[in-house]
């Protein structure tokens, strides 16, 4: 795959802090939304040595990125924003997770060195917190629900399940899930989804003809934990952006450099808000702190197939710009089928020291969903 290297996002100039010495600081970000930038090859040259100089610059500069004109692209109804057809071409259904090719299982197997499974989902239960309207019920009918038969007394179980499957507890969303509406809430034509499929093209009411879940493809790869709550040094709060200046400073308190996350890589955001998984339901759906515009684009730019988190929605609420509703969903599953994972646990690869290992997950091919439950692993 041919990648280019270019400085514009969404077809708008985005404006950078610039200082002599540091102009491939932190990764410019694409011209083009068909193209993935690619400086992880020049990055890769003098990373690691320039470790504590990006902290310097960035704690100097404070951001290497303002966002006003990316925020504006997710404002209104802007005829010159069309982010499609994608660069795996107009008929294209499986996003980022065509980043998962042969040479980036061989990758990831590399990383697989003590043989320690790690478990990143939670237990599906109907005490789990949920976003509003949802929920989750499970019932063993009949119990046993058949038998006995034969001589040998035969007895089994089965269960009824009902619940938003791809969208409570450890949840991946899918490319139906997030889309924008361009013209209106009466032009179906114009609210559009990954690729520019509108919703005249996608809905069904039982189940999507395209963009369901089932289009995306297995995930193994090498996944990057950037620990924020290490970083910090306690739990993030309520509306906390996590800036592209906090995943450096994660990088560089795992001494890790920018090239240690590449093409095809999952992105591990820990926030520690997840500790109020079903000790405070209440408030865990009240708002949580997340990544922002800034950082998810740069984990774009860096070619991530997936951004994951141990919070419920990835990225920060409320939004620093008030007017922005999931902006960073928009973002990611609509303009660059990258892939959002909520509500995973990534306690255990923390108190390991486990930066960077084997990711794996399938999602469920649910014919025509909105996203998948699962539970995945990662093996170092």
């Known amino acids: 795959m041919d990648i280019k290297t270019n400085s514009r996002v969404d077809n708008a100039i985005i404006e950078r802090k610039t200082c002599q010495g540091c102009s491939d600081l932190a990764n410019p970000v694409v011209e083009n939304p068909e193209l993935v930038s690619s400086t992880q090859a ?3 040259n003098n990373g690691r040595a320039r470790r504590g100089f990006l902290s310097g610059i960035l704690a100097t500069l404070g951001a290497v990125l303002t966002l006003p004109v990316l ?25 980022a997770s065509n980043y998962m090719t042969a ?5 990831a197997t590399q990383l697989i060195q003590q043989g ?17 309207g949802r929920g989750f019920s499970l019932r063993i009918p009949g119990n046993p629900t058949l038998g ?35 013209d209106g809430p009466d032009n179906n034509a114009e609210k559009r989804f990954y690729n520019g499929m509108s919703l005249t093209e996608i809905r069904g009411a039982y189940g999507f003809k395209k963009l369901g879940v089932e289009n995306a493809k297995p995930f193994v790869c090498p996944a990057v934990l950037f620990d924020v709550k290490a970083v910090k040094g306690r739990n993030l709060e309520r509306g906390e952006e996590i800036r592209l200046a906090d995943l450096i400073s994660c990088l560089e308190k795992q001494n890790m450099s920018v090239s ?7 992105a591990l955001i820990r926030t520690g808000w997840g500790d109020q998984w079903m000790v405070d339901n209440k408030s865990y759906y009240d708002g949580e702190p997340g990544i922002g515009l800034e950082a998810t684009q740069w984990l774009i730019d860096r070619g991530a197939s997936m951004i994951a988190a141990d919070n419920w929605a990835v990225e920060v609420l409320p939004n620093p710009d008030a007017d922005l509703s999931y902006p960073v969903h928009q973002l990611s599953l609509t303009k660059h089928g990258v892939y959002l994972f909520e509500n995973l646990v990534f306690d255990d690869l923390a108190a390991n020291s486990i930066y ?3 990711f794996f997950f399938s999602p469920v091919p649910i014919k025509g969903a909105t996203g998948s439950p699962g539970n995945p692993i990662v093996i170092a």
Do not use: C
């Open 71 to 95: 925020a504006e692209q997710l404002r209104g109804p802007i005829a010159d924003r069309k982010w499609w057809p994608t660069k795996w071409g107009a008929s294209d259904q499986a996003g």
């Open 116 to 132: 320690q499974v790690y478990s990143l989902g939670r237990v599906y239960e109907s005490g789990m917190p949920f976003f509003p």
């Open 42 to 44: 020049n990055l890769a």
């Open 148 to 182: 006995p038969v034969g001589d040998n007394k035969l007895i089994a179980h089965e269960e009824f399940l009902a619940t938003e499957i791809g969208q409570v507890g450890s949840q991946f969303d899918g490319l139906p899930h997030i889309g924008i509406e361009m």
């Open 103 to 107: 040479q980036k299982v061989l990758e």
């Open 260 to 266: 240690d996350f590449g093409i095809g890589d999952v």
């Open 356 to 358: 960077k290992g084997a």
